[in-house]
């Protein structure tokens, strides 16, 4: 059965549309680490917040992990799959307060 993939948010409970998510690799196996998913309206808070996150994540010597992007979300699609969206990632960013 199909059923919606929800907004991360708490109490937001629309449809998410957007994943936030960082590629992760141990320089043997690579995945897309799932930090949020997300409808339109919240995208600007969690994407900051999983910035955050981001940076405050330790690595493991040998792992490398990017900096979270925005990436389409699409049913039964495969992470690799994912088309990414570096247009929204720059217009959220420049929203960010400067740091
Ligand atoms: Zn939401």
Redesign the pocket.
């Known amino acids: 059965m199909n059923y919606p993939v929800l ?1 991360y ?1 708490p109490g ?1 409970g ?1 449809p998410a549309i957007y994943k936030v998510a960082a590629r992760w690799s141990d320089g043997v196996t690579q995945e897309l680490k799932t930090y949020a998913l ?2 339109a ?2 995208l600007a808070a969690q994407f900051r917040k999983s910035r955050e996150k981001r940076s405050a994540c330790r690595l493991a010597a040998g792992e490398t992990l990017e900096a979270p992007g925005v990436y389409e979300l699409a049913r039964g699609q495969r992470d690799a799959a994912l088309v990414r969206r570096p247009d929204l990632e720059s217009q959220l960013t420049e929203s960010f307060p400067s740091s």
Do not use: D, K, L, V
Request: proline share 0%; with cysteine.
């Open positions: 907004c948010r937001c629309q997300s409808c309206g919240c």
